[in-house]
Every structure is written in structure tokens, then in C-alpha cells.
């Protein structure tokens, strides 16, 4: 069974930074599109930043400059280095993927999710 375990989360400053992991486990073959996913108590979750398995990259327009999105299919993980936080990225992180195991294709496989809190 695959596992998607992501870390990095915390507490930070604003204009602070963090680097989110999103470590993938287990009988994998490859590892096609994945996306970090954010939800703040009370909203609904959304899309952050999205990284195919060719490296097309996709961000939020409320990032776009202050994250960045990359991979190391070599290790089956993929960071989100989060620069110049705000206060309202305050969320839930969570990690998505779409991968290719022994078994077959497992879609929309999601971590458990790291908190991040951005102080003012």
C-alpha cells in the first residue's frame, strides 16, 4: 500500500518561510501529477501548487512568486518552499498524488496534512 506522509509544517513569522515534504512509501512504480493542497478552518480546500511527472507547474495566483513547487522523483518527494508568508496561508497543507504502483494506478492518493500557522 502507498503512503503519502507530509512534514515541515510549524509556526513562523510573517515574512517567514517554511519547506513542506511530501514523501511518498511503499510499492511504487512512479509518480505522476502532484499537487499541495491547502484548507483553512471553515473554508473549503484548494489547490496551492501542481507539479506533473513531465514538470509542468501550475500555482495558485495568491502564491505565484512566493512558492515554489519542485521534485525529486528519485527520493518519491515533492517540497513546497513557501518564502514572504502571510498571515492568511494559514491552513492545512495537504499533499495529492497520482501514482503508478506494482498494483496498478492509484489516483488522488492524499496525506494526512501538516498545519501551517503564520503569525502577525
Known amino acids: 500500500q502507498v503512503q503519502l506522509v507530509e512534514s515541515g509544517g510549524g509556526l513562523v513569522q510573517a515574512g517567514g518561510s517554511l519547506r513542506l515534504s511530501c514523501a511518498a512509501s511503499?510499492?511504487?512504480?512512479?509518480?505522476?501529477?502532484v499537487g499541495w493542497h491547502r484548507q483553512a478552518p471553515g473554508k473549503q480546500r484548494g489547490l496551492v501548487a501542481r507539479?506533473?511527472?513531465?514538470?509542468?507547474?501550475t500555482y495558485a495566483d495568491s502564491v505565484k512568486g512566493r512558492f515554489t513547487i519542485s521534485r525529486d522523483d528519485a527520493k518519491n518527494t515533492v517540497y513546497l518552499e513557501m518564502n514572504s508568508l502571510k498571515p492568511e496561508d494559514s491552513s492545512v497543507y495537504y499533499c495529492?498524488?497520482?501514482?503508478?504502483?506494482?498494483?496498478?494506478?492509484?489516483?488522488?492518493?492524499w496525506g494526512q496534512g501538516t498545519q501551517v500557522t503564520v503569525s502577525s
Open positions: 511503499g510499492s511504487i512504480r512512479s509518480i505522476a501529477t
Open positions: 507539479i506533473t511527472g513531465g514538470g509542468r507547474i
Open positions: 495529492n498524488a497520482d501514482i503508478y504502483t506494482k498494483k496498478g494506478w492509484e489516483l488522488g492518493r
